[in-house]
């Protein structure tokens, strides 16, 4: 089936430390690949999204890139700030029956200390 | 452009109670999703609805849990009779049926706490 693996946190760093989230992915097919975060209190939100081998997904300082012959599709940022604080989930997206499905891996969450 | 609008935002009610949560999706958005969110845990998906029509719902705990889209528009999500282990945040999302990649737009949640 199609599943999603995220690094178990909590993940804690010093303001302006290097960040990796480590996510592998299982599909059959081609799926999308996503990001999203969420922050104390909020629903999710598109951080950034792959949408083919090699893609590389960007927003706020973040870069992921589609991976196909790891499966792979971990998240970076060079420089975090305490505002990056939050949890952050890796999804893939594939098609069945004629209809997009999503899988959304477990959250690994992120604290920064000023 | 407004953004998936949920209400109540937080409900709290007693065990056998039973509780329903509204979702109004972007509009022109044809998929709508429900999840279920745990404290600590990934969102579940319990119900997808395509328009109007339901094309995954394998996850929804169907003696308790129904939900609708009437007009292909909002929905609502109702728990009948509620269990201690609903307790959750419960969250709505769509999205629109375009080409290429089918990025989700999630409301805030309503969080439900089952005493």
């Known amino acids: 089936g199609n599943s999603v693996t995220q690094m178990e946190g909590p993940v804690t760093l010093s303001e302006e430390a290097f960040l990796t989230i480590n996510c592998t992915y299982t599909?059959?097919?081609?799926?999308?690949l996503f990001w999203y975060v969420q922050y104390p209190g909020e629903g999710l939100q598109l951080l950034l999204k792959?949408?083919?081998?090699?893609d590389k997904g960007s927003n706020k300082g973040f870069e992921a890139t589609y991976r196909k012959e790891t499966t792979s599709f971990h998240l970076e940022k060079g420089s975090v700030q305490v505002s990056d604080s939050a949890v952050y989930f890796c999804a893939l997206t594939f098609s069945s029956g004629g209809y997009q499905k999503v899988t959304f891996g477990t959250g690994t969450k992120l604290q920064v200390i000023p | 452009e407004a953004g998936v609008a949920q209400s109540p935002r937080y409900k709290i009610i007693e065990k056998r109670q039973s509780v329903a949560f509204w979702c109004n999706p972007i509009s022109g958005h044809a998929t709508l999703y429900w999840y279920q969110q745990i404290l600590g845990q990934g969102p579940k998906l319990l119900i997808q609805f395509q328009n109007n029509g339901v094309v995954d719902d394998s996850q929804l705990p169907k003696d308790r849990f129904s939900a609708e889209r009437l007009k292909g528009v909002d929905s609502t999500l109702k728990i009948q009779p509620a269990k201690l282990e609903d307790s959750a945040v419960y969250l709505c999302a769509s999205s629109d049926r375009g080409i290429g990649s089918y990025e989700q737009y999630f409301g805030p949640g309503t969080r439900l706490t089952v005493t």
């Open positions: 599909a059959t097919g081609y799926p999308s």
């Open positions: 792959a949408t083919k081998a090699d």
